[in-house]
Protein backbone atom coordinates (compact mmCIF):
# COMPACT_ATOMS: atom_id res chain seq x y z
CA UNK A 1 0.00 0.00 0.00
CA UNK A 2 1.24 3.47 -0.82
CA UNK A 3 2.26 6.00 1.40
CA UNK A 4 -0.28 8.51 2.31
CA UNK A 5 1.97 12.14 1.60
CA UNK A 6 -0.14 15.00 2.74
CA UNK A 7 1.65 17.71 0.95
CA UNK A 8 1.19 16.20 -2.28
CA UNK A 9 -2.20 15.80 -1.09
CA UNK A 10 -2.62 19.58 -0.66
CA UNK A 11 -0.58 20.27 -3.91
CA UNK A 12 -3.00 18.59 -6.15
CA UNK A 13 -5.77 19.75 -4.50
CA UNK A 14 -4.77 23.51 -4.33
CA UNK A 15 -3.68 23.03 -8.35
CA UNK A 16 -7.90 21.45 -8.63
CA UNK A 17 -9.05 24.16 -7.03
CA UNK A 18 -6.99 26.71 -9.24
CA UNK A 19 -7.62 25.67 -11.91
CA UNK A 20 -11.86 25.18 -11.15
CA UNK A 21 -11.42 29.35 -10.14
CA UNK A 22 -9.76 30.08 -13.24
CA UNK A 23 -12.80 28.90 -15.21
CA UNK A 24 -15.18 30.30 -12.58
CA UNK A 25 -13.51 33.94 -12.37
CA UNK A 26 -11.80 34.75 -15.68
CA UNK A 27 -9.40 37.30 -16.79
CA UNK A 28 -11.58 39.82 -17.92
CA UNK A 29 -8.36 42.47 -18.48
CA UNK A 30 -8.87 43.08 -22.28
CA UNK A 31 -12.33 44.27 -21.53
CA UNK A 32 -10.88 46.83 -18.60
CA UNK A 33 -13.49 45.42 -16.16
CA UNK A 34 -10.98 46.78 -13.22
CA UNK A 35 -13.63 45.11 -10.69
CA UNK A 36 -13.19 41.78 -12.21
CA UNK A 37 -9.17 42.13 -12.02
CA UNK A 38 -10.05 43.66 -8.29
CA UNK A 39 -11.74 40.27 -7.55
CA UNK A 40 -9.13 37.89 -8.87
CA UNK A 41 -6.44 40.11 -7.40
CA UNK A 42 -8.27 39.22 -4.03
CA UNK A 43 -8.89 35.26 -5.20
CA UNK A 44 -5.40 34.95 -6.54
CA UNK A 45 -2.99 33.37 -5.71
CA UNK A 46 -4.35 32.83 -2.94
CA UNK A 47 -3.72 31.32 0.33
CA UNK A 48 -3.23 27.80 1.07
CA UNK A 49 -6.60 26.76 -0.14
CA UNK A 50 -8.00 25.28 3.39
CA UNK A 51 -11.36 25.38 2.62
CA UNK A 52 -12.04 24.57 -0.29
CA UNK A 53 -9.46 21.43 0.37
CA UNK A 54 -11.80 20.77 3.59
CA UNK A 55 -15.10 20.60 1.19
CA UNK A 56 -13.18 18.40 -1.35
CA UNK A 57 -11.94 15.78 1.30
CA UNK A 58 -15.04 15.45 3.15
CA UNK A 59 -16.92 15.10 0.09
CA UNK A 60 -14.12 12.33 -1.35
CA UNK A 61 -14.72 10.24 2.20
CA UNK A 62 -17.79 9.04 1.20
CA UNK A 63 -17.21 9.13 -2.45
CA UNK A 64 -17.87 12.19 -4.07
CA UNK A 65 -16.62 13.29 -7.45
CA UNK A 66 -14.60 16.59 -7.88
CA UNK A 67 -17.08 16.83 -10.61
CA UNK A 68 -20.01 17.79 -7.92
CA UNK A 69 -17.88 19.23 -5.36
CA UNK A 70 -15.69 22.03 -7.48
CA UNK A 71 -17.96 24.03 -8.03
CA UNK A 72 -19.16 24.35 -4.23
CA UNK A 73 -15.53 24.35 -2.81
CA UNK A 74 -14.82 27.18 -4.93
CA UNK A 75 -17.66 29.14 -3.98
CA UNK A 76 -16.81 28.80 -0.68
CA UNK A 77 -13.14 30.17 -1.30
CA UNK A 78 -14.78 32.84 -3.26
CA UNK A 79 -16.58 33.94 -0.10
CA UNK A 80 -13.31 33.79 2.03
CA UNK A 81 -11.46 35.68 -0.62
CA UNK A 82 -14.46 38.44 -0.38
CA UNK A 83 -14.13 38.26 3.70
CA UNK A 84 -10.13 39.03 3.35
CA UNK A 85 -11.01 41.99 1.13
CA UNK A 86 -13.18 44.06 3.23
CA UNK A 87 -11.78 42.88 6.68
CA UNK A 88 -8.24 44.96 5.48
CA UNK A 89 -10.09 47.56 4.98
CA UNK A 90 -9.74 50.96 6.53
CA UNK A 91 -13.10 50.75 8.28
CA UNK A 92 -12.03 47.39 9.47
CA UNK A 93 -8.17 46.22 10.10
CA UNK A 94 -7.26 48.77 8.27
CA UNK A 95 -4.22 46.28 6.92
CA UNK A 96 -1.84 47.34 4.08
CA UNK A 97 -0.36 44.07 3.57
CA UNK A 98 -2.06 40.49 3.16
CA UNK A 99 0.10 37.32 2.61
CA UNK A 100 3.42 39.95 1.93
CA UNK A 101 1.24 41.77 -1.12
CA UNK A 102 -0.35 45.06 -0.65
CA UNK A 103 -4.19 44.50 0.07
CA UNK A 104 -6.86 45.68 -2.56
CA UNK A 105 -7.69 48.38 -1.43
CA UNK A 106 -3.99 49.85 -1.67
CA UNK A 107 -3.76 49.12 -4.96
CA UNK A 108 -7.25 49.66 -6.70
CA UNK A 109 -8.35 51.97 -3.69
CA UNK A 110 -11.15 51.35 -1.66
CA UNK A 111 -14.20 51.69 -3.28
CA UNK A 112 -13.18 49.04 -5.61
CA UNK A 113 -12.15 46.79 -2.96
CA UNK A 114 -15.27 47.18 -1.34
CA UNK A 115 -16.93 46.15 -5.14
CA UNK A 116 -14.48 43.31 -5.39
CA UNK A 117 -15.80 41.92 -2.10
CA UNK A 118 -19.39 42.21 -3.18
CA UNK A 119 -18.53 40.94 -6.64
CA UNK A 120 -16.86 37.75 -5.09
CA UNK A 121 -19.28 37.44 -2.60
CA UNK A 122 -22.20 37.33 -5.15
CA UNK A 123 -20.45 35.44 -7.90
CA UNK A 124 -20.06 32.60 -5.54
CA UNK A 125 -24.08 32.90 -4.81
CA UNK A 126 -24.21 32.72 -9.01
CA UNK A 127 -22.05 29.89 -9.12
CA UNK A 128 -23.76 27.58 -6.76
CA UNK A 129 -26.71 28.29 -8.74
CA UNK A 130 -25.87 27.63 -12.08
CA UNK A 131 -27.10 25.33 -14.95
CA UNK A 132 -23.94 23.35 -14.48
CA UNK A 133 -25.12 22.60 -10.35
CA UNK A 134 -28.11 22.27 -10.98
CA UNK A 135 -27.71 19.46 -13.99
CA UNK A 136 -25.99 17.11 -11.00
CA UNK A 137 -27.73 18.04 -7.35
CA UNK A 138 -30.89 17.57 -6.63
CA UNK A 139 -33.39 20.77 -6.16
CA UNK A 140 -34.70 19.95 -2.38
CA UNK A 141 -30.09 19.32 -1.80
CA UNK A 142 -29.83 22.62 -3.66
CA UNK A 143 -31.97 24.74 -1.91
CA UNK A 144 -30.56 23.01 1.36
CA UNK A 145 -26.71 23.89 0.30
CA UNK A 146 -26.95 27.52 -0.48
CA UNK A 147 -29.04 27.94 2.52
CA UNK A 148 -26.56 26.14 5.00
CA UNK A 149 -23.64 28.30 3.02
CA UNK A 150 -25.54 31.78 3.55
CA UNK A 151 -26.20 31.27 7.01
CA UNK A 152 -22.46 30.70 7.70
CA UNK A 153 -21.61 33.87 5.84
CA UNK A 154 -24.33 35.96 6.73
CA UNK A 155 -25.19 37.87 10.26
CA UNK A 156 -25.27 34.86 12.03
CA UNK A 157 -22.46 33.31 10.98
CA UNK A 158 -19.20 35.55 9.31
CA UNK A 159 -20.56 38.66 10.00
CA UNK A 160 -21.51 38.27 13.26
CA UNK A 161 -18.49 37.61 14.21
CA UNK A 162 -16.79 40.60 12.14
CA UNK A 163 -18.91 42.68 13.64
CA UNK A 164 -18.66 41.64 16.95
CA UNK A 165 -14.73 41.81 16.39
CA UNK A 166 -14.98 45.41 15.09
CA UNK A 167 -15.96 46.45 18.42
CA UNK A 168 -14.42 44.42 20.77
CA UNK A 169 -10.86 44.84 21.97
CA UNK A 170 -8.34 43.11 24.44
CA UNK A 171 -9.42 44.91 27.34
CA UNK A 172 -12.98 44.28 27.84
CA UNK A 173 -12.54 40.57 26.49
CA UNK A 174 -13.15 37.93 28.22
CA UNK A 175 -12.83 34.17 26.72
CA UNK A 176 -16.61 33.57 26.25
CA UNK A 177 -16.90 36.54 24.15
CA UNK A 178 -13.39 35.26 22.22
CA UNK A 179 -14.61 32.29 21.34
CA UNK A 180 -18.23 33.15 20.27
CA UNK A 181 -16.33 35.56 18.06
CA UNK A 182 -14.16 32.76 16.36
CA UNK A 183 -17.26 31.06 15.83
CA UNK A 184 -18.45 32.62 13.98
CA UNK A 185 -16.14 34.84 12.09
CA UNK A 186 -13.75 32.42 11.12
CA UNK A 187 -15.21 28.40 12.46
CA UNK A 188 -18.82 28.94 10.27
CA UNK A 189 -17.27 28.77 7.22
CA UNK A 190 -14.86 26.08 7.82
CA UNK A 191 -17.72 23.97 9.36
CA UNK A 192 -19.77 24.55 6.20
CA UNK A 193 -16.80 23.41 4.16
CA UNK A 194 -16.86 20.43 5.75
CA UNK A 195 -20.76 19.68 5.74
CA UNK A 196 -21.16 21.09 2.59
CA UNK A 197 -19.07 18.34 0.87
CA UNK A 198 -19.98 15.40 3.10
CA UNK A 199 -23.79 16.89 1.87
CA UNK A 200 -23.16 17.11 -1.79
CA UNK A 201 -21.04 13.15 -1.58
CA UNK A 202 -24.57 11.85 0.76
CA UNK A 203 -23.29 11.33 4.02
CA UNK A 204 -25.66 9.31 6.40
CA UNK A 205 -26.93 11.39 8.93
CA UNK A 206 -24.59 9.81 12.13
CA UNK A 207 -21.73 10.31 9.61
CA UNK A 208 -22.68 14.36 9.39
CA UNK A 209 -23.43 14.25 12.73
CA UNK A 210 -19.46 13.00 12.91
CA UNK A 211 -18.41 15.96 10.00
CA UNK A 212 -20.02 18.09 11.98
CA UNK A 213 -18.14 18.08 15.32
CA UNK A 214 -15.08 17.72 13.32
CA UNK A 215 -15.82 20.80 11.58
CA UNK A 216 -16.59 22.56 14.89
CA UNK A 217 -13.43 21.63 16.70
CA UNK A 218 -11.86 22.63 13.58
CA UNK A 219 -13.17 26.01 13.12
CA UNK A 220 -12.38 27.34 16.18
CA UNK A 221 -8.42 25.48 16.19
CA UNK A 222 -7.82 27.11 13.36
CA UNK A 223 -8.76 30.90 14.51
CA UNK A 224 -7.12 30.02 17.72
CA UNK A 225 -4.07 29.35 15.60
CA UNK A 226 -4.05 32.55 13.67
CA UNK A 227 -3.99 33.96 16.96
CA UNK A 228 -1.07 32.50 18.17
CA UNK A 229 0.76 33.23 15.44
CA UNK A 230 -0.58 36.99 15.61
CA UNK A 231 0.97 36.90 18.87
CA UNK A 232 4.59 36.06 17.68
CA UNK A 233 5.02 38.32 14.77
CA UNK A 234 8.17 36.47 13.24
CA UNK A 235 5.99 33.20 13.68
CA UNK A 236 3.58 34.99 10.81
CA UNK A 237 6.31 36.24 8.34
CA UNK A 238 7.92 32.48 8.83
CA UNK A 239 4.04 30.29 8.09
CA UNK A 240 1.82 32.63 6.71
CA UNK A 241 -1.14 33.18 9.24
CA UNK A 242 -3.83 34.66 7.61
CA UNK A 243 -4.86 37.32 9.95
CA UNK A 244 -4.02 40.84 9.35
CA UNK A 245 -1.54 42.30 11.54
CA UNK A 246 -3.76 44.49 13.22
CA UNK A 247 -5.74 41.60 15.09
CA UNK A 248 -2.57 41.94 17.37
CA UNK A 249 -4.49 44.83 19.00
CA UNK A 250 -7.92 42.86 19.02
CA UNK A 251 -9.41 40.25 21.54
CA UNK A 252 -8.02 36.73 21.07
CA UNK A 253 -6.60 33.50 22.56
CA UNK A 254 -3.39 34.90 23.98
CA UNK A 255 -4.41 38.55 24.73
CA UNK A 256 -7.72 36.90 27.85
CA UNK A 257 -5.66 33.36 28.58
CA UNK A 258 -1.76 33.80 27.84
CA UNK A 259 -0.07 32.38 24.95
CA UNK A 260 1.01 28.92 26.75
CA UNK A 261 -2.80 28.71 27.56
CA UNK A 262 -3.60 29.24 23.86
CA UNK A 263 -1.46 26.73 22.49
CA UNK A 264 -2.98 23.85 25.20
CA UNK A 265 -6.37 25.04 23.98
CA UNK A 266 -5.25 24.71 20.69
CA UNK A 267 -3.98 21.09 21.08
CA UNK A 268 -7.29 20.16 22.97
CA UNK A 269 -9.57 21.27 20.00
CA UNK A 270 -7.39 19.74 17.44
CA UNK A 271 -7.86 15.93 19.78
CA UNK A 272 -11.22 16.51 20.16
CA UNK A 273 -11.57 16.79 15.56
CA UNK A 274 -9.37 13.97 15.11
CA UNK A 275 -11.18 11.91 17.64
CA UNK A 276 -14.86 12.40 15.98
CA UNK A 277 -13.12 10.72 13.30
CA UNK A 278 -12.10 7.38 14.72
CA UNK A 279 -14.91 5.26 13.37
CA UNK A 280 -13.83 6.34 10.15
CA UNK A 281 -10.51 4.98 10.30
CA UNK A 282 -8.07 4.90 7.81
CA UNK A 283 -10.56 6.36 5.22
CA UNK A 284 -10.51 9.49 6.89
CA UNK A 285 -6.61 10.16 6.75
CA UNK A 286 -6.91 13.02 4.45
CA UNK A 287 -9.61 14.94 7.12
CA UNK A 288 -6.76 13.75 10.15
CA UNK A 289 -3.78 15.14 8.08
CA UNK A 290 -5.58 18.27 7.59
CA UNK A 291 -6.04 18.88 11.33
CA UNK A 292 -2.38 18.23 12.15
CA UNK A 293 -1.25 20.42 9.08
CA UNK A 294 -3.46 23.45 11.01
CA UNK A 295 -2.10 22.38 14.40
CA UNK A 296 1.61 22.74 13.04
CA UNK A 297 1.72 26.04 11.99
CA UNK A 298 0.97 27.80 15.71
CA UNK A 299 2.08 25.04 17.45
CA UNK A 300 5.58 25.05 15.82
CA UNK A 301 6.41 21.29 15.85
CA UNK A 302 7.55 18.94 12.94
CA UNK A 303 5.47 19.12 9.76
CA UNK A 304 5.87 15.28 9.97
CA UNK A 305 4.26 14.77 13.58
CA UNK A 306 1.07 12.14 13.39
CA UNK A 307 -2.30 12.31 14.14
CA UNK A 308 -1.65 9.47 16.84
CA UNK A 309 1.18 11.82 18.49
CA UNK A 310 -1.35 14.51 18.66
CA UNK A 311 -3.60 12.26 20.42
CA UNK A 312 -1.02 11.31 23.53
Avoid at 44 to 57: D, E, Q, S, V, W
Amino acid sequence: MATFNLEDYLSSRRAAVDRALERYVPDQSSHSHTVWQAMRYGLFPGGKRIRPILTLAAGELFGGSHKLLLPFACAIEMIHAYSLVHDDLPALDNDDLRRGAPTAHRVFGEGLAVLAGDGLLTEAFCLMTSAQVARIVSPKLLVELIHEVAYSAGARGLVAGQALDLQADEDDADLAKVEYIHVRKTGRLILASVRIGARLAGAKPADLRRITRYGEFLGLAFQVGDDILDAEPDAVSRQGGESGGRERRKATYPSVIGLAQAKERLKELLQQAVKQLEPFGARAKVLNGLATYIGTRPLQVQATLTTEEMQH
